[in-house]
C-alpha cells in the first residue's frame, strides 16, 4: 500500500497511480465524510471544532437525547445550521459535482447532512445521513409527520411543531442507533460494485458507511483514502493519501 503524507510535500507518483485508475474505469464512487466540507467551513464531527458545549455528536445524535430535551438537541443543530447556512462548497464538491455530471459513471455517497454536495450539483447523489435542512415528526404514529418537510429557517425559533400533530418535530437526520432509510443503503450497497472506490474526509469509524470501503474491496474495486489523517480504513485500501481533500482532488483532476 502506498502513503502519502499531509506534512511535507506529496510524492507525484500516488496521484498518478490514481489517475490512471479513474482514468479507465468504468464506474467510480466516493464515500464522502465531514472533512470534506471542512475547507468550507463545517465543523467536522470528531475534531476538536466538533465539540459543542463539551458533547460528543455520539451523546447528543440520539433519539433519547432528543426525548429528554428537545429544546437542546434543536440550539445545537442550530448552532450547525446557522454555520452551514453560511458555507459554501469547496473546491472538493466541485470536482465531485463535476464528475458526478459528466456521463453517468460517478457515484457520490455522502454521510454529511449539509447538503453541500447538491449546492454544487452533484447528481445521483446518495445521502446516507438525510439532510440538515430537512425535519420531521418526532412521532412514529404520525405517518404525515414522518414524511418529512424543508425547513430552512435560520435562526430556527425554537422546537418546531409538526404540522399534523403538532407533535415536537425533528432534524430528519439518522441518529445513532436509527436504522438508514432502506433506498439509500441499497444504493451504497450497489456503489460498491465499481472500479474505484475513493473514501474521501471521513474517519470511517461510524457504521454501515465505514464498511463500504470493506466491501468495495471484496468486490474487486481498486480503494482509496484521501483523508487529512490515517484511519481504520488506511490499512484497508490499495493507496492512501493522508492530505486535504480540497487540495487532492482538484489535483487528481488535472491529471485526468
Ligand atoms: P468525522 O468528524 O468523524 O471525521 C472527519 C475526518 O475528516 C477526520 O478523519 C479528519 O482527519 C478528516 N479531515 C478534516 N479536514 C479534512 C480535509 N480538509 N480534507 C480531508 N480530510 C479532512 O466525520 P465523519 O467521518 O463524516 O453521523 O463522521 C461520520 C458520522 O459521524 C457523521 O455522518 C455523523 C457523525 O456522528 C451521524 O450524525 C449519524
Not at 471542512?38 to 471544532?49: L, Y
Not at 435562526?155 to 418546531?160: I, K, L, Q, T, Y
Not at 466491501?215 to 484511519?231: K, R, S, V, Y
Amino acid at each position: 500500500m502506498d502513503r502519502s503524507n499531509l506534512a511535507g510535500p506529496r510524492p507525484a507518483e500516488p496521484l498518478t497511480r490514481l489517475a490512471d485508475r479513474l482514468r479507465t474505469a468504468r464506474r467510480i464512487s466516493v464515500l464522502t465524510g465531514a472533512g470534506i466540507s471542512a475547507a468550507s467551513g463545517v465543523p467536522t464531527f470528531r475534531g476538536e471544532d466538533g465539540l459543542w458545549r463539551n458533547y460528543r455528536p455520539e451523546e447528543l445524535a440520539t433519539v433519547r437525547a432528543f426525548d429528554r430535551d428537545p429544546a437542546l438537541l434543536w440550539e445545537w443543530y442550530g448552532w450547525r445550521r446557522d454555520t452551514i447556512a453560511r458555507c459554501s462548497p469547496n473546491a472538493a464538491h466541485e470536482v465531485l459535482a463535476r464528475w458526478s455530471r459528466s456521463g453517468d459513471r460517478t457515484t457520490v455517497v455522502t454521510q454529511n447532512v449539509d447538503d453541500l454536495h447538491l449546492k454544487a450539483g452533484t447528481e445521483r447523489l446518495v445521502r446516507l445521513h438525510g439532510s440538515i435542512w430537512e425535519v420531521s415528526c418526532s412521532i412514529g404514529c404520525c405517518a404525515e409527520g414522518r414524511r418529512g418537510w424543508r425547513d430552512e429557517r435560520v435562526p430556527m425559533p425554537g422546537v418546531p411543531r409538526c404540522p399534523h400533530c403538532d407533535a415536537p418535530a425533528r432534524p430528519a437526520v439518522v441518529w445513532f442507533g436509527e436504522m438508514l432509510a432502506e433506498a439509500d443503503l441499497r444504493a451504497a450497497v450497489q456503489a460498491t460494485v465499481c472500479d474505484v472506490f475513493l473514501t474521501v474526509g471521513t474517519s470511517s469509524v461510524v457504521y454501515p458507511a465505514a464498511g463500504l470501503v470493506e466491501q468495495a474491496n471484496a468486490n474487486g474495486a481498486f480503494t482509496a483514502e484521501i483523508n487529512a489523517e490515517a484511519t481504520p480504513a488506511t490499512a484497508v485500501v490499495d493507496l492512501a493519501i493522508h492530505a486535504a481533500a480540497e487540495v487532492v482532488l482538484p489535483e487528481i483532476d488535472r491529471l485526468l
